[in-house]
Nanobody, 121 residues
Framework: EVQLQASGGGLVQAGGSLRLSCAVSGFTFGDRHIGWFRQAPGKEREGVSCIGSTDGMTYYADSVNGRFTISSDNAKSTVYLQMNSLKPEDTAVYYC??????????????WGKGTQVTVSS
């Protein structure tokens, strides 16, 4: 059974940092790429960042580029999202997903349950 377990969310003040983790199981880590997505209340789910499972290539949404860093630990089958300089507009439920190397939600095959990130002003 494919599982993606996101964790690490919480409440943080603007300017603060959080690190999200996505633990993957049920398929070979290198078979699919991993992405982070988020969905704010009343908004569509959007891509935040993704990482290539074989070459480590990374992509970021413009809104988080320079503040967020995605990384992976293949030995632990875990992908991380380090979020710095957080802003209130980063408040959302964050999801990790597996599929193509893409920030398009339509290109992902598997989704985990989300973790809530709340940034207070």
């Amino acid at each position: 059974e494919v599982q993606l377990q996101a964790s690490g969310g919480g409440l943080v003040q603007a300017g603060g940092s959080l690190r999200l983790s996505c633990a993957v199981s049920g398929f070979t880590f290198g078979d699919r790429h991993i992405g982070w997505f988020r969905q704010a209340p009343g908004k569509e789910r959007e891509g935040v960042s993704c990482i290539g499972s074989t070459d480590g290539m990374t992509y970021y949404a413009d809104s988080v580029n320079g503040r967020f860093t995605i990384s992976s630990d293949n030995a632990k089958s875990t992908v991380y999202l380090q979020m710095n300089s957080l802003k209130p507009e980063d408040t959302a439920v964050y999801y990790c997903a597996a599929g193509l190397l893409s920030l398009d939600t339509r290109h992902m095959d598997y989704w985990g349950k989300g973790t809530q990130v709340t940034v207070s002003s």
